[in-house]
């Protein structure tokens, strides 16, 4: 059986036995659930939530409802090589599955970090065995492996004329975020993942090593991901989870949250 980790939504191997522990929960970056590690399997899962679709701002959304784990929503990114989707979820339905169908279906699935794997192998197998593209810096923190998963290296990648990926590091040393140029509105995209969080004014991103436990990101850290980003335009940033986006004058909001955040942990 798969177990799911009910504090971060990983899929595990299949095993007789739940795990003694998560991996992803038990590192320093998340946490283990304070009434102790809890799992949960697919089945349980698909009892208890469904997959919502929604507008989020141009893009499609999916998520669970109600929320569970992290809670983040992945989105469907139309491409001139099909659709691509960005983040993954911790359980699949066949009402979901048709759902994306009826829209083109997917070509590509790509995570930004490790905490969004969730039952990226679960969703390969359903959406027809399609590759799941994730950073070779992270291949660690791979707790189910998978026939469709796929290593990129270095610091780009471009994926389509308008799709680029580009290596952050710092929340994990191969955080990535993903450029759309042009879409969903003239200006382009950035979709951050956790590499630059979108914060609660969603006028600002802010970077850290931990979200949970509060642990700043290395300024070095910031300063690279600063310059492997200077060169991209974008209108809005698109966050992890529904709503938490800014739209309009991205571009700006992020050079300027660089600036507050350096100022703020120096000196």
Not at 23 to 46: K, N, P, V
Not at 93 to 101: G, L, N, P, S
Not at 159 to 185: K, M
Not at 242 to 257: K, L, T
Request: aromatic share 10%; hydrophobic share 40%.
């Amino acid at each position: 059986m798969k177990f799911i980790c009910s504090t971060c939504g990983t899929e595990h191997e299949d095993t007789a036995t739940p795990p003694a522990y998560c991996a992803i929960c038990t590192d320093e970056r998340q946490y283990i659930g304070w009434s102790g590690q809890r799992w949960t399997t697919h089945e349980e899962l698909a009892r208890a939530h469904s997959i919502r679709f929604e507008d989020e701002a141009g893009f499609t959304g999916l998520g669970l409802s109600p929320d569970f784990a992290i809670n983040q929503r992945a989105l469907l990114i139309p491409t001139e090589e099909g659709n691509f989707l960005w983040e993954c979820l911790s359980v699949v339905t066949d009402e979901a599955v048709a759902a994306i169908r009826a829209r083109g279906g997917v070509q590509r699935i790509i995570i930004s970090h490790p905490h969004f794997y969730a039952a990226m192998g679960q969703w390969s197998d359903a959406l027809g065995g399609v590759p799941i593209l994730l950073h070779e810096a992270d291949r660690q923190w791979i707790l189910r492996p998978h026939p469709s998963i796929e290593h990129w290296s270095g610091d780009v990648l471009k994926l389509s004329p308008t799709i680029t990926l580009i290596r952050c590091g710092g929340h994990f040393a191969g955080s990535t975020v993903l450029h759309c140029a042009g879409q969903p509105r003239p200006g382009g995209a950035l979709l951050s993942g956790d590499a630059l969080q979108v914060i609660m004014d969603r006028r600002h991103v802010s970077f850290m090593y931990s979200y949970p436990n509060l642990i700043p990101m290395r300024t070095s850290d910031v300063v690279a991901m600063r310059e492997r980003l200077a060169k991209y335009d974008f209108e809005d940033v698109y966050g992890y989870t529904w709503g938490r986006n800014i739209i309009g004058e991205g571009r700006g909001a992020v050079d300027g949250s660089f600036e507050r955040y350096l100022r703020a942990v120096t000196g």
